[in-house]
């Protein structure tokens, strides 16, 4: 990839339901950065996890289009691998499965790569460590609170070392302390690895620590700018 390319384009993306009476999207285009914090702020409707959606392959666009390293997503034969690779989720409500352990459900991105069980846990229980949730391992989720949960789930999106981690109001079920855990984590991340962090927030704390801002308002950008 050229180091002049950005990681992730989206150009004059749109998304209709409804046969078009409903415009989630209308026209979005940015391009966002290797080791970035891109926060996506807007009202509620504005289009924010529509797009996260599309740019991380759970959903597919009504017109437009979005490439991750250049590649066009609509050209992606193999969508499971390709998001295993490539992005890695964290949502508000955490989507653990509450069946499965922390250290299992950590690991289990890595189940689409092929990785062997053995690494797969070895790999799991270092990343859990990293969050200081190795005496968590063996818990099932209910039996964690919540932020260790969250915590859980950022290890769970980082465990394949994605390019691209998109966050969906990651803090938006967590106290003030909690929140700026999961906030540290995420941008230590992006710094680190040179990951760009796109992160949809209603919260005027954490998308002041971000490096920019997009605000979306009925499915459109209406500003995009560096923070001050």
């Given at each position: ?9 989206v ?6 339901y ?9 026209g ?68 653990m ?34 969050m200081?949730?190795?005496t ?93």
């Amino acid at each position: 990839m050229s180091e002049n390319r950005p990681l992730v384009a989206v150009e004059s993306l749109s998304r209709d339901y409804d046969r078009g009476a409903v415009k989630a999207l209308a026209g979005v285009s940015f391009e966002a950065n290797a080791g970035e914090v891109v926060a996506l702020t807007g009202p509620s409707g504005c289009g924010k996890t529509t797009l996260l959606s599309l740019i991380g392959l759970l959903d597919q666009p009504t017109g437009g289009s979005v490439r991750i390293g250049g590649q066009d997503l609509a050209r992606v034969a193999r969508p499971g691998p390709f998001r295993a690779r490539t992005v890695g989720f964290v949502f508000q409500f955490h989507h653990m499965v509450p069946t499965m352990t922390l250290l299992e459900n950590v690991a289990a991105p890595m189940v689409a790569l092929g990785v062997p069980r053995g690494e797969r846990r070895t790999r799991a229980r270092a990343m859990l460590d990293l969050m200081s949730m190795s005496t968590r391992a063996a818990f099932l989720p209910a039996n964690v609170s919540g932020g260790e949960r969250q915590r859980a789930a950022v290890a769970r999106a980082l465990i394949n070392h994605p390019p691209v981690i998109l966050a969906d109001e990651p803090t938006g079920n967590l106290d003030s302390r909690n929140g700026r855990i999961v906030i540290d984590l995420l941008i230590t991340h992006a710094r680190s690895q040179g990951a760009l962090v796109l992160m949809a927030t209603h919260n005027p704390e954490v998308a002041r620590l971000a490096d920019r801002r997009i605000e979306l308002r009925d499915g459109e950008v209406v500003t995009a700018r560096a923070q001050p």
